[in-house]
């Protein structure tokens, strides 16, 4: 319970008394009353519904365990990321006693894993509609088929999704609606919560919204009535960037602020070439930037730090400038002096006109629009031509006053017919999520689509759009041998991209940049090029000249939704865009950033090692490759690090064990019995199901199947897999330090329940509990669902017994068990067995010491 009122502990939680809105939210939730909506205008404190979910659940409020707060796909910058390390410096000082697990699944310093590595804590996770739905539907992007199931059990469960900005994405909405629905059907036990939050609302459907306390509080009204002067100014067919330069520059002898936003990023690349040229100090901000650029934007560029609110915010003296596309609309939480910037429609218009004046302290901040003539614009094509026209027309009519209050007494109905046309929404289905939750079958599925068009609707006037990132596994893990032995989906998997390692633009712009880096770099077109597709299959066939070559639509359907991975000697990120014009890079540093993966503290979350150097502190091994050298410097001669060659070089993965959302390294740091490691997890899962509201009978299944989980190591070629000759002492971790041999495709998982079922293991169960228990040994790895692939149905020690109608059960298994619990409530009692295995691998009971 909560030792301090409510307006005590929010002041010291967020460092500001609440406002009543806030206050009445809390109410609600106390009560039981979770608003479907709250349309609340930007720059009034929505991301505070963090603190204030919090605070509720503090006081006893029947709120769900985790927070998804979700933000739009074009967010550049996530203010939600410094909501929340606020509230995690100030959570005890307001009272909260218990530990709250903060994790961000975007940007470069993403996801640290605390809210998978403990589900009976309360978490709080941020990502974009991407990151989260995508895993929502079993289908992560950019994480392996093993981790899948986890995040959807964990996001799908016992959790409270907030959408913000949800007017930008209303086909994600419909599937969060969707998902709530089919999980009503299915009687899941730990159904999501839905909260939609907007500052321009496309209906006038019942939400909480400001009240009479909230327009007389002196804060809230001086942000809601802030001048913010209005100014129309028509532009002709192709001086759009030259009069939006002239009038910014207007403001050069001011010494204020002053923001940029143009619709295309030709427009914004044009309009900060004519700033420099004039000697401006001047910085953009682009969608096409990968995130290690703009995380170092946001931390190290003075002129964007003149923008930002904080205390203590230092930036550039003197008239700055920041030119932006719809990425700087969203979710960024800076405020300008003075806005100039291009016509588009009325819900973008007014998330820009929230960046301007955003906290009401100025009293002479001024916008200006700058719009076609209204008779150019062609309101017959398919697109935002007629809604465009309409933003014009409601813009008149505001009189000069842009203010949140002026444009929230706008007709409605108007306001909705200015909106950016919605897309068509596309309905999922049981048949839908019974496909997407089979993450075991990793090959492409019939009746499976691909799942961002329910992500984000069809609109057919939006151009496809492509990744690309860098690694030095597409030069050094060539040839058809090494390619055969270290599979690049297996790669993948064990080391995903990551948000700061992409580039997102329009995929024909991408391959337009690719042929011309060919043609002034002919030496480029050889080069192999690897091709993830949103499924993360990898083809790794390609070279850049395969890319680039024949029918430009064909090669933009192909690379659709794709990732481009290419080689660091191919090219690289420069303020967002390829970089051709400097040439070829004579170095990789700085273009394979994937090591540069980095939690909220800075420190370094993996890192890939050549030679025989020593684990970096604190990781653990996730996989070793051998690379070949040149026939000439395979003599046994030392190399140039002074060390004995053998023709080979060893390039070792590391990753920092923080969260139960991967199968981690092939050891743990140190070696482990097999009989202290399943005495730890059986350990660890009786903590966590006795926080949470689990059946009695399914907390017993979940003990016993941690207790059971490993049994299948027992077999000889296993732990000659991890390097163990000793038979009378079986390991479950070998530490790392072994060299793995005699490696077969044989699964302990399967081993385990093999031993489960003709050792009368589950003695003490009954026949729903002996189920679940099964499945959830034979899923901790994130297998079973539904299968083990054929040639992982065997068992080397096995006699007398048909291990394929073993394999048959556990299919059955699957589909009796996800009609029990629902989709994601069984993936969700997975992800506890496989919490309490990573617990008590990060922290054994007991070490051994072996013989290297």
Known sequence: MMKRTFDEAFALLTGNGPFPWQRALYERLLAGDLPQSCDIPTGLGKTSVIAVWLLARAAGAPVPRRLVYVVNRRTVVDQTTEEVKRIRENHEEAGIEERVAISTLRGQMADNREWSADPSHPAVICGTVDMIGSRLLFSGYRIGFRTRPLHAGFLGQDALIVHDEAHLEPAFQHLLETIQAEQKRTGDRWPLRVMALTATPRSGAEALRLGPEDLAHPVV????????????????????????VGQALSYAPSGRAVLVFLRSVEDVASAVGRLRKADADVQQLTGTMRGFERDRLVADDPVFRRFLPEAGATGATGTVFLVCTSAGEVGVNFSADH???DLSTFDSMAQRFGRVNRFGLRTDSEIHVFHPDPAGLDTDKVGDARRRLETLTLLQTLEGDASPAALAALDPGKRQAAFAPEPRLLTATDILFDAWAMT???DALPGRPPVAPY???????????????WRDEVDLVSGEDLLARYPPQDLIDDYPLKPHELLTDRTLRILDTLAQLADTHPTTRTMPVWVVDENGRVDAKNTLDDLIGGDRRVNEARLARCTVLLSPRCCGPVGGLLAVDGGVPASRDGIDVADEWRDESGTRMRQRLFGEAPPPDGMRLIRTLVLEHDEEDA???QGEDGEKSDGAQRWSWYERPRGADNEGSRSAARPVLLEVHSADVEREARRIVERLPLEPGVKRAVVLAAKLHDVGKNRRVWQRSIGNADP??????SGGAMRPRDITLYRHELGSILDAERKGLLAGLDPDERELALHLVAAHHGRARPHFPPEEQFDPEARGLDVREVGVRVMTRFAALQRRFGRWGLAYLESLVRAADYAASV???QVVEVER
Do not use: N
């Open 339 to 341: 806005l100039v910037c």
């Open 221 to 244: 009204a001086r942000r809601f009535r802030a001048t913010k002067e209005l100014s129309l100014h028509a532009h002709g067919d192709k001086d759009l960037v030259e009069k939006v």
């Open 440 to 442: 075991t079958i990793r």
């Open 843 to 845: 922290q054994p009971s």
């Open 728 to 733: 009378a002492r079986l390991l479950a971790k």
């Open 455 to 469: 992500l984000h609707g069809v609109a057919e006037w939006e151009p496809p759009t492509t990744h690309v990132a």
């Open 635 to 637: 003599s046994g001669d």
